[in-house]
């Protein structure tokens, strides 16, 4: 399975952007899917993950309220919906793929997506 995510951007502060992972496996499993970010010279930090079924979702507490996690198990894709967005969101966005769910942890996620880079200007 490999994860393909895209939709980064520059944008304005209060700006929004949306962030789409697919799979290329159709029906991946029973598999939670999750953004991470990494902002330069940081460690890459959990931001969203959502349950195979899509009925539940955690997020880190830096984003709860701005981001929405979803996702289309038909066409295997998982989307983050980011609202109201702050210089300090900057970073490049990256999709995994985990047996467990919820999980905060990188090393839980065997499979990674590329990422896609996040900029946002003050």
């Not at 520059?10 to 952007?17: I, R, Y």
Request: glycine share 10%.
């Amino acid at each position: 399975v490999q994860l393909q995510a895209s939709g980064g951007g520059l944008v304005q502060a209060g700006g929004s952007l949306r962030l789409s992972c697919a799979s290329s496996r159709r029906r991946s499993g029973a598999n939670a899917r999750a953004w991470f970010r990494q902002a330069p010279g940081k460690d890459r930090e959990f931001v969203a993950t959502i349950n195979w079924s899509g009925t539940r979702t955690d997020y880190a507490s830096s984003v709860e309220g701005r981001f929405t996690i979803s996702r289309d198990n038909d066409k295997s894709t998982v989307d983050l919906q980011m609202n109201n967005l702050r210089p300090e969101d900057t970073g490049v966005y990256y999709c995994a793929q985990s047996a467990l769910f919820p999980s905060h942890l990188t090393e839980d996620y065997s499979i990674w997506g590329q990422g896609t880079l996040v900029t946002v200007s003050s």
